[in-house]
């Protein structure tokens, strides 16, 4: 049956080059060390603050004997142990370096064919690296929705942070989904999106998203503060004026009850809103726990070193003891000193910016045309009113919030506590509603 080409696009797909494949074993090396990093740190949260058990204990068990073994490796070389260091590090250096390069000139992307019959029926093709060809067929009345994801691109040997896309794929009413583009920003995204939606009938949602309109993959589920899209019939201000009046009364008193104790305050007048995240005591171990994720395994990793040659030491002396020498276990009295201090003094000061990075403030102002976006007193973007398209939050892989036009977007990074993100995106939505609304109200002919 002929076949002719309906869309091409494309997407990326990050792959080895011979330099990543050299350093697989170091990277494992890392991996490992990533790998007991997180889990010592859940261990940390659940049973120190949040005093929960641990279920898997054999796991912690067989971490610290290989953890043991890695330390006698190190204490055995540790003449050399500095320059292995040195060494690793370059070598990552060297490995991000390549692959980000990569990836900037584009030669990690993949095209994909959208072919179409003269039956009607759609023919999806691409090729993967080392991989078979894929070639699946369906129809138009298969889809179900156009879905936009974001997604982190990952490469290199240590499989570090290369960028950001967002890819626009197939549903089927069977959960299957099919790449068909990637685009760089929300609205080149959201053009392709639209170009599929005239030959098929089916919404455009954002994946993992949550809102109170169109876009939104679930509804916002929070119902702790009481919105204008959530008035019940009966207070309908046509229908009755006096208990409208007096609910719009306990809704306003509902909204000031909550927002004193949440992370978000609002200032408003006839003309202009203000929306803000503030900082509340519960927030701090939330903070905390974002930094050590975050920024502290460069930290972890040089109070490791340090600890894994004084543990090796410990090893050493007691498999010679076991040898018939005299067992004498006395850990050195320099092992925590020397040049560790910059490196250290180092990554306390990444933490310390990281920790500046996610306490910053985030402003929105509202007034009857515009909407500004600020961090503090950066401005990340201003909207015209009248031309966005919705207010969504984003759970993938963070909890952020994005509103956008169809030309440009803008998005308010994660604040301490997701229900302060629910609740700001409320705020910011009935904002928007009420400013809009306002200027859709009949003026009065004099």
Same mark, same amino acid.
């Given at each position: 049956?002929?076949?002719?080409?309906?869309?091409?696009?494309?997407?990326?797909?990050?792959?080895?080059?011979?330099?990543?494949?050299?350093?697989?074993?170091?990277?494992?090396?890392?991996?490992?060390?990533?790998?007991?990093?997180?889990?010592?740190?859940?261990?940390?949260?659940?049973?120190?603050?949040?005093?929960?058990?641990?279920?898997?204990?054999?796991?912690?068990?067989?971490?610290?004997?290989?953890?043991?073994?890695?330390?006698?490796?190190?204490?055995?070389?540790?003449?050399?142990?500095?320059?292995?260091?040195?060494?690793?590090?370059?070598?990552?250096?060297?490995?991000?370096?390549?692959?980000?390069?990569?990836?900037?000139?584009?030669?990690?992307?993949?095209?994909?064919?959208?072919?179409?019959?003269?039956?009607?029926?759609?023919?999806?093709?691409?090729?993967?690296?080392?991989?078979?060809?894929?070639?699946?067929?369906?129809?138009?009345?298969?889809?179900?929705?156009?879905?936009?994801?974001?997604?982190?691109?990952?490469?290199?040997?240590?499989?570090?942070?290369?960028?950001?896309?967002?890819?626009?794929?197939?549903?089927?009413?069977?959960?299957?989904?099919?790449?068909?583009?990637?685009?760089?920003?929300?609205?080149?995204?959201?053009?392709?999106?639209?170009?599929?939606?005239?030959?098929?009938?089916?919404?455009?949602?954002?994946?993992?998203?949550?809102?109170?309109?169109?876009?939104?993959?679930?509804?916002?589920?929070?119902?702790?503060?009481?919105?204008?899209?959530?008035?019940?019939?009966?207070?309908?201000?046509?229908?009755?004026? #006096?208990?409208?009046?007096?609910?719009?009364?306990?809704?306003? &008193? !509902?909204?000031?009850?909550? /927002? @004193?104790?949440?992370? %978000?305050?609002?200032?408003?007048?006839?003309?202009?809103?203000?929306?803000?995240?503030?900082?509340?005591?519960?927030?701090?171990?939330?903070?905390?726990?974002?930094?050590?994720?975050?920024?502290?395994?460069?930290?972890?990793?040089?109070?490791?070193?340090?600890?894994?040659?004084?543990?090796?030491?410990?090893?050493?002396?007691?498999?010679?003891?076991?040898?018939?020498?005299?067992?004498?276990?006395?850990?050195?009295?320099?092992?925590?000193?020397?040049?560790?201090?910059?490196?250290?003094?180092?990554?306390?000061?990444?933490?310390?910016?990281?920790?500046?990075?996610?306490?910053?403030?985030?402003?929105?102002?509202?007034?009857?045309?515009?909407?500004?976006?600020?961090?503090?007193?950066?401005?990340?973007?201003?909207?015209?009113?009248?031309?966005? #398209?919705?207010?969504?939050?984003?759970?993938?892989?963070?909890? &952020? !919030?994005?509103?956008?036009? /169809? @030309?440009?977007?803008? %998005?308010?990074?994660?604040?301490?506590?997701?229900?302060?993100?629910?609740?700001?995106?409320?705020?910011?939505?009935?904002?928007?509603?009420?400013?809009?609304?306002?200027?859709?109200?009949?003026?009065?002919?004099?």
């Amino acid at each position: 049956m002929p076949e002719s080409l309906f869309f091409l696009g494309k997407m990326t797909h990050p792959q080895k080059n011979s330099f990543a494949i050299l350093l697989s074993p170091f990277a494992q090396v890392k991996k490992f060390f990533q790998t007991l990093y997180f889990f010592i740190l859940r261990i940390m949260w659940s049973e120190l603050i949040c005093e929960q058990k641990q279920e898997n204990e054999w796991a912690g068990i067989l971490f610290f004997f290989i953890f043991l073994l890695l330390s006698w490796v190190t204490y055995l070389g540790k003449v050399y142990f500095s320059w292995v260091l040195a060494g690793f590090l370059i070598l990552w250096y060297l490995d991000y370096g390549w692959a980000k390069a990569d990836y900037h000139q584009g030669k990690y992307s993949i095209p994909i064919y959208l072919l179409q019959t003269d039956d009607g029926q759609l023919i999806r093709k691409s090729h993967l690296p080392n991989r078979p060809p894929s070639k699946l067929q369906f129809d138009w009345t298969t889809i179900r929705e156009i879905k936009i994801s974001q997604v982190i691109i990952y490469g290199g040997a240590f499989q570090e942070k290369l960028g950001k896309v967002w890819q626009i794929s197939l549903r089927q009413f069977d959960e299957v989904e099919w790449i068909i583009d990637e685009a760089k920003t929300v609205p080149q995204a959201l053009y392709q999106a639209k170009i599929f939606q005239q030959w098929v009938n089916a919404p455009i949602i954002f994946n993992q998203s949550q809102g109170l309109g169109n876009y939104a993959e679930f509804s916002l589920d929070d119902d702790r503060i009481v919105s204008t899209r959530q008035t019940p019939l009966i207070f309908q201000p046509h229908r009755h004026p #006096e208990k409208y009046a007096q609910y719009q009364v306990v809704k306003e &008193e !509902i909204r000031k009850n909550y /927002l @004193k104790h949440s992370g %978000i305050n609002l200032q408003k007048t006839p003309s202009k809103w203000h929306i803000f995240s503030v900082w509340q005591f519960q927030h701090s171990w939330t903070l905390l726990k974002q930094i050590i994720q975050e920024s502290g395994f460069l930290l972890f990793l040089l109070i490791m070193s340090r600890l894994m040659l004084g543990m090796g030491e410990i090893v050493d002396r007691v498999i010679q003891g076991f040898k018939g020498h005299t067992l004498v276990v006395e850990i050195s009295h320099n092992w925590l000193s020397g040049w560790t201090l910059w490196p250290v003094a180092i990554a306390v000061a990444i933490m310390i910016y990281k920790g500046w990075q996610l306490s910053r403030v985030k402003h929105c102002f509202l007034d009857p045309h515009f909407l500004k976006v600020m961090l503090d007193n950066q401005v990340l973007g201003k909207l015209n009113l009248k031309d966005i #398209e919705a207010i969504l939050l984003l759970n993938n892989p963070e909890p &952020e !919030i994005l509103i956008f036009t /169809l @030309k440009d977007a803008i %998005i308010l990074p994660k604040l301490q506590q997701k229900e302060d993100s629910k609740l700001y995106l409320r705020c910011l939505q009935e904002g928007i509603d009420y400013f809009q609304n306002l200027n859709q109200s009949p003026q009065t002919d004099l």
